[in-house]
Each structure stands twice: as C-alpha cells, then as structure tokens.
C-alpha cells in the first residue's frame, strides 16, 4: 500500500504541468566550452514555455569544484514525495585542456549531483561513480522514477574499452538517495552508437527519445514499462532531421475542454550552432511533431538541459533569490517592428532579428552622475553599453576614461512623438537624441515633426513582443483532408481567410476542421455550406473572419516537394511526377515519392520508390533532384531512374513507373568533370533524342555537363562527357526537351533559398549544342503582386499527340514562405501552368498562377483513357 501512494503521488506530481497551481518553467542548461563558467549550471524561468528569461543576470547558478571542474547535460528530477529536487550532470570540461578524444576514452566515470528542497537553496556539489570500471565517460545523465522498484533509474551514455570504445551504449543503474547506485548494467543496446536519452510518462506510458549517432537524428521509442517492451515509433515525423541531440519533452499546455495536452520535445541542432529548436504535437502516441513558433531565449546557443514545470510558490521564490532586470527591446516609432540591434558590434535598426538576442537590451542605471539617468546595456554582451561616438553610436566595453559614462547614458523622457513612447535625451550633448536615420543610431538635434518621430521609440518586454509576433503569425489551420493546410491565407486587416480545396470538393458541404494558431476556440463547427459564398467564423472572442473554399490546383501536389522531373507512361497511360521530398531542415530527405494522374489535375501518392536508407549502400543523405525515362523493347518497359544523394548520381531501375526501383549498387557520378570549376554533381536530367536513337545525362551546380548514357542506361561514356554551360546565369536544373526539331535547354538561375529563383532558355540543333541564347530569354519568375516566389527547377510534359506543352516547376510555399527567410529553400511546393511557343518557336514567358490549369484529357486510344 505504502508503495502504490508514492506511485499515486508521483503519477500527480510528473503531471504537475498541468495542475492548477503551475507557476511556469524552469530550464536548467549550459552555455558551451567557450570558458571555465560556461560549462556550468544556468537557470532559465518561463510563464509559457515560450519566453525564456535568464536568472542570476545570465551567471552560472551552481558551479562545480569537484571532479573536472566543469558540467554539461544538467537534469533535473522531482522525488515522488516532493520533498527533494535532484540535480545531476556530466563530470566535463572541454576548455579546461580536456581534448574530445581524451574525453571520451579517458574521462569521468562519475556524475556530479546537486540536492535542493527548494530550487533555491542547493547542496554543495558531490562526485559520484556510477558506470563501469572500463567506462571511457559517463555523458548526458538523466534520471527516471521507476515506479515498479519503488527507486530511481539513472541513465546515461557510456564508452567502455571492453570492446576497444568501438560505440557509446546506454547504461543505467538504480539508487534511492543518488549517493548509492546499483551495479551499472546496458540499458539500451542498438547496432549503432547512441548517445543522449531522455524519457517521458504521459497516461500509463513511457516515450523515449534518444540520438542514433549514426544518421546524427532523433529515434522515438515507446512502452508500457520502463524496463523492456520498447517498440520504435515508425512515423516519428522527426527522425529525419540531421544533426540534432540534447532532447528534452516537457508538456507546454495541460488539456482543456475539448483540446488535448500539447507536447513540446526540444532538440539542440548542434551542427549549425544553433541550439534548441521547438516541435510540438497533441498526441504523443502518433509521434507527429511539428515545428513550433520559435522560442526566445536570453543568450544564444541553448544547449543540452532540461525542463521542468514548477509551482508558482517555487516560481516566485527562484524569481526572488535571483532577481534580474527583464531585457527589452527598443522599437523604431518611425518603422514598426523594426528594432535597436547588434550584430559583431555594428548598431542598426532592423526587422526580423535573428538571433533574437541580438535586439535584446536592458535599461539600466545611468552610468554617468546625473541623477535619474539610464545606459542600454547588452543582454549578450553584459559588459557593454550603448555608447555615442563620433555622430553615431557604438556598442563599447565599459571603461572609466574618454568621458564613456556619459557617452553611454541618457535621460529616458516621454516619447516626442507620441507622449506613451519614450525618447533618448543625450548626457553628453543635452541637444540631441537618439535617432533613427534609414535604420542607422545617429544623435541628432531635433526641430521637425519628423525628427521627433525618428527620435522615438517604444519599449516591449518580451511579453509584449510575443504579443506582436503572435498577432502578426496568426493564422487559421485547417486538419481536412480536403483542404490543402499548407496554403491557407488569414488576412487580419481584412479579415478574411481563403481555403483552397482539393479539385472535386463538395463545397456545399465541407467541414473545414479548423483550428487557431493561438489556441483560440473556433466556431461554428461542423459541415457549412461554401458554395454560395463566404461563411462568417470567430476565433476566440476578438477576431472574426469571412472563410471562403476556393479551388486553386496550385500547388499541384499536397505537401512540401520540389525539383519536379514529369514523364507521360505508355505503359499506364498516366502521367508520373518524381520529385526530391521537401520541408527537412537543410535539404535533408532521404526518400523519393512518386505521383500520378490521368489529367494533370488530380493526383495520387504512389508512395515511397526509394529509400536512400534503405535501398541504397553508397550513401544515405540528400536525396535531391531525381529524373526519369521510360525504355520500351518489343513490348517491354523499363524505367531508369537518375537521382542526386549525397552529392553524387545514382541510378535505378524497375518494370514499372511506381517501382520497386533496385539501385544500380554504385554512383553513376561521383567525379568532377574536367572544365569545371566549383560546383557540385547534382540534378540530372535524362533525355532521348529522337533524331539519333542516342540517350543523354546532363548534370551539374555551378556548370552543365552532358555524356552519352551507354547502352544499359546505368553507365556513361566518359569519353563523351562535354562541358556545355550557357552563362553567368546558369546555377543547376537542367532539363532539355524536343519540339519541332529544336532542342530546349531550360536552367535555374540564382539559389533555390532566393525569392528571385528562376528559369532561362537556351535553343541547339543538337543534344550537344552550340546553344543559343535569346535575348529574352526568361521562362518563368516570381510574381509579386500574387506573392509566388521562388519559381524554378522545371521539367515540361507534353500531351500525347499534340502540341500542347506545360511547365512543372516549383516556387516557395504560399503564402508563408517569403516570411521563412533561407527555410523558404526547403519548403516548397510542386506547380503545373501552360506553355506556350511563339509562331517562329520561341519559347514565351510563362505567368506563374495559383489557378493552375484545367484537367487534361488524353488521346482515346490511351490506356487511361480506354
């Protein structure tokens, strides 16, 4: 009995998040090897889990004195009678002449271990050894209360030199006081190395989130019981994404009234320097997570930690013992949402700052003697102030000569633009103000109504900031699978919001499932009828909108995909478009889908043809850019499918459109071709020339080679290869098609991450050139006035008998992608629209549309259309 109450008081307290008297968050963290005190213990306190405010004004809250000196991976435990906090953490300090070498085959068999009843008031340090005597380290610990045992189960990673350190496992050992453990014993044995686990209960059952060093990616496991039973979570919705560990699941939002618990799982992309990044789902059981709004955080990286809910009791009392000034931002009057900022020391009024902390500031007081003055101070550089030199400003170390305290101080006064804002009168010059001179810190006097508003400005926590955010990203998301979810448009000046709908919808009867971006309730619910206008809705209490069901057939297909290569089968009679697998972090799919149609309009996923994980031994990253061409022998098909993957061509085949494709075993292109200069061997495109019998590759970023495909189709004649680039304008997607007896070369011009992506032309009367270059030689751009960016790497269909010709390309994510920045690059989305030639065969500009084109019917005598 007494057993089952501490399982009963843990199963409360592990759900404290979504009790009624959670205070917030504490994130407890480290900040990297950049010196002794950065590999130490820092607290962080959220409201919301979202805006993350450092305590102790950004200083280490526990350092360690025993052991290496250093910690890293702080994690922090609850006792089931919440009485006890334990906190333990890597035994390790890389700056402290410590190599990653040494620290993995000679480092610390131990764990350092902290003790608070409080969160406030923590015991002093203690070293204890907890994995095996042949233990080379002894990384990322964590613990869980193992319920069965009535004890804790600590964990973490281990190499051992019983099998020469050939790959970390997880080990575990249990203990009741984390002074005395257990024999430590394989908790997680896989055939690659893993590192970096963490586990979480919700409802009766474990998750389990650990790092395959392998494919440097998240795995999700989950079972009923903590020490066996473990199955994989196939459609974990992450376990793509490269380069990531440090995983940490805490839940965000406790379940309301008809809405379930919201999850959020961090992941520190420690291969960019980025630190953590945010997924969420409503389900954990599904394993679907997605990205979240970004998270503010108070320096930058944030690296492996923990989070954990707390009381509001424990939230004041950390906020008390630690009191800090909260950072602001200081925004332009004259350019809203433009905001004071630094990057490498230089001071600009900017937009969308990234890293937030850049733009993060805290009013303090005055360095100089006057009485009632401020100085700004950096919240990523504490010892540096905003300070003018010369007629503009600086942000400079602090220092006793050259008159710096009152350079770098100010009177804060009611805003001379607007009496609820503030401006910044000057110490040093009693004339002058801070001022915003085109997105430049000038100090100017000010005589005009519009020097009064460069002169102003307003300042926002981070509260208020988010505030703004959220109002500016709100958006209604739709869970039907009859409207396309990606390309919803929420309109809050006009208050409108557009559905597109798959072709065919029953818009009289469409229940659109929505959902609001803030959590809002949404109303009415159930099947409206959008047939005979717009429906009026309501999010939350505020926001009303007019919702209209339209039916564009751009995108094409539902999803993120690009680099779209489009055959017509003779074989099926159907049309089948292959495009790379888009919206991963970096360009990092690893599978190839396939689509088909029977009139361009309505597709069907044929599912995955190629797993480079799976299916391919050569490589097993980047799977990009693949292209196609049927072969027909005395009735026979064979389809040769070129891919791009990890940089290099590879080849398979199959006996049909949709697969199984089997890889050639082998790169068919994994050199760089003499002439080239940079560039990588990416992006094939096949084609047969009807003239000579022959098939040809082309490929290349940067340069466009051309060879001969041999006659088994999964070989090249070297000797042929030629180097045949059009210009300055060429960047990669070749694609080459026959009309009339012209050959058509068509490029993408500029980065697939630009807005400005797009498609040139060039004509040849061979498969080989010479090419000829038209003076107006654009195929297809961005158009601004319908917000499609992005527009490039084409292939082209042409109808069975006749000269009926369309481009399939693809453009940035509308309506949401040109506010991506670079992550525009790897979410995008597959379009179809008309070609057309003028009478002399030049190829005319294409416009780009969300309307698409209608369906296409195909000649009678086809198999589809039979």
């Not at 010196?35 to 820092?42: F, G, H």
């Not at 009234?257 to 320097?273: I, M, T, V």
């Not at 040093?428 to 100017?444: F, G, H, I, P, W």
């Not at 809050?492 to 818009?507: I, K, M, Y």
Request: net charge negative.
């Amino acid at each position: 009995m007494k057993r089952l109450l501490t399982c009963l008081i843990y199963v409360c307290l592990a759900s404290l998040a979504c009790a009624a008297d959670t205070g917030g968050y504490l994130f407890a963290t480290f900040r990297g090897e950049g010196t002794p005190m950065t590999e130490q213990v820092y607290f962080m306190l959220s409201e919301d889990g979202r805006d993350w405010q450092a305590l102790n004004d950004g200083k280490p809250i526990l350092v360690s004195t025993v052991g290496e000196k250093g910690v890293r991976d702080p994690f922090i435990i609850r006792s089931p009678d919440n009485t006890k906090f334990f906190l333990i953490a890597t035994d390790l300090s890389i700056h402290l002449n410590h190599d990653w070498g040494r620290a993995v085959r000679a480092g610390s068999q131990s764990i350092v271990v902290w003790e608070s009843e409080d969160l406030v008031n923590w015991s002093e340090p203690r070293l204890v050894k907890v994995a095996p005597d042949d233990a080379g380290c002894t990384w990322a610990p964590e613990a869980v209360y193992d319920e069965e045992r009535g004890e804790y189960m600590v964990f973490w990673a281990s190499l051992t030199a019983r099998d020469n350190f050939s790959k970390h496992r997880i080990w575990a050992a249990h203990t009741k006081d984390f002074k005395t453990f257990s024999e430590p014993f394989i908790y997680i044995e896989k055939p690659n190395t893993v590192i970096d686990t963490t586990i979480i209960r919700d409802r009766g059952v474990y998750y389990r989130f650990t790092k395959d060093e392998r494919y440097k990616a998240i795995t999700m496991e989950t079972s009923p019981q903590l020490m066996g039973g473990w199955e994989d979570v196939s459609d974990f919705s992450l376990n793509r994404l490269t380069g990531y560990e440090g995983p940490t699941c805490f839940q965000i939002a406790p379940p309301s009234e008809g809405q379930p618990a919201r999850w959020c799982l961090l992941l520190d992309w420690y291969s960019r320097g980025k630190g953590y990044q945010p997924y969420e789902t409503a389900d954990l059981a599904t394993g679907d997570f997605q990205p979240s709004e970004q998270m503010t955080f108070p320096f930058s990286p944030v690296r492996h930690g923990t989070v954990v809910p707390v009381t509001q009791t424990e939230f004041d009392a950390l906020i008390n013992r630690w009191p800090t000034i909260a950072p602001q931002r200081i925004e332009s009057f004259v350019s809203p949402d433009h905001y004071v900022r630094h990057a490498n020391f230089v001071l600009r009024v900017d937009s969308n700052v990234q890293p937030s902390q850049d733009a993060d500031w805290k009013i303090v007081a005055g360095l100089a003697s006057q009485p009632g003055s401020v100085s700004i101070q950096s919240v990523n550089f504490p010892n540096r102030f905003l300070a003018k030199k010369d007629n503009g400003f600086v942000i400079e170390p602090k220092h006793d000569g050259d008159n710096f305290a009152a350079r770098a101080s100010f009177l804060q006064v009611p805003g001379l633009a607007d009496s609820s804002a503030v401006s910044f009168q000057l110490v040093s010059d009693n004339s002058q103000y801070l001022s915003n001179e085109n997105s430049m810190l000038v100090a100017r006097s000010v005589t005009s109504k519009a020097d009064k508003e460069r002169a102003t400005f307003r300042l926002l926590d981070k509260a208020a900031v988010r505030r703004k955010q959220r109002r500016a990203s709100f958006r209604l998301q739709s869970a039907s699978d009859s409207v396309k979810s990606n390309n919803i448009v929420t309109n809050l000046e006009t208050g409108t919001v557009e559905l597109p709908v798959q072709p065919g919808t029953d818009r009289s009867n469409l229940d659109p499932q929505l959902t609001a971006s803030d959590r809002s309730d949404v109303s009415p619910t159930g099947a409206q009828d959008f047939s005979k206008g717009p429906v009026e809705y309501r999010a939350g209490s505020e926001l009303k909108f007019k919702v209209s069901a339209v039916e564009h057939h751009n995108p094409s297909l539902t999803g993120y995909f690009a680099d779209p290569d489009i055959i017509y089968s003779r074989k099926t009679g159907h049309f089948h478009v292959y495009p790379t697998s888009d919206g991963h972090d970096g360009w990092s799919g690893t599978d190839f889908r396939s689509f088909s149609s029977h009139d361009l309009v309505h597709w069907k996923d044929d599912g995955v043809i190629l797993d480079l994980k799976r299916d391919v031994t050569w490589a097993n990253r980047n799977a990009w850019a693949p292209a196609i061409i049927e072969r027909e022998n005395n009735g026979e098909y064979r389809y040769y499918y070129y891919f791009t993957a990890a940089q290099k061509i590879g080849v398979a085949v199959a006996d049909h459109p949709t697969g199984p494709f089997v890889d050639s075993g082998k790169p068919l292109v994994d050199f760089r071709p003499d002439g080239a200069r940079g560039g990588q061997e990416i992006d094939p495109d096949v084609f047969h020339d009807p003239k000579s019998g022959k098939n040809f590759l082309y490929w290349g970023n940067g340069y466009m080679a051309v060879a001969e495909l041999n006659d088994d189709m999964i070989s090249i004649d070297e000797s042929t290869i030629k180097i045949m680039t059009p210009d300055r304008t060429y960047r990669e997607g070749t694609h080459v098609f026959y009309r009339k007896g012209v050959y058509y070369f068509l490029w993408s011009e500029d980065d697939t991450r630009s807005p400005n992506y797009r498609v040139r032309y060039a004509t040849a009367t061979s498969p080989t050139g010479p090419l000829n270059i038209p003076s107006n030689n654009l195929v297809i751009a961005k158009d601004n006035s319908q917000g499609i960016y992005g527009t490039g790497h084409n292939s082209t269909i042409q109808v069975p008998g006749r000269d009926e010709w369309y481009i399939v390309y693809h453009r940035f994510n509308y309506p949401h992608g040109i506010k991506m920045g670079p992550s525009a690059g790897f979410h995008r989305e597959v379009c179809i629209d008309k070609m057309q030639f003028s009478a002399s065969g030049e190829l005319l500009p294409v416009a780009p549309t969300h309307k698409g084109i209608s369906p296409v019917s195909l000649p009678a005598n086809s198999p589809a259309a039979k």
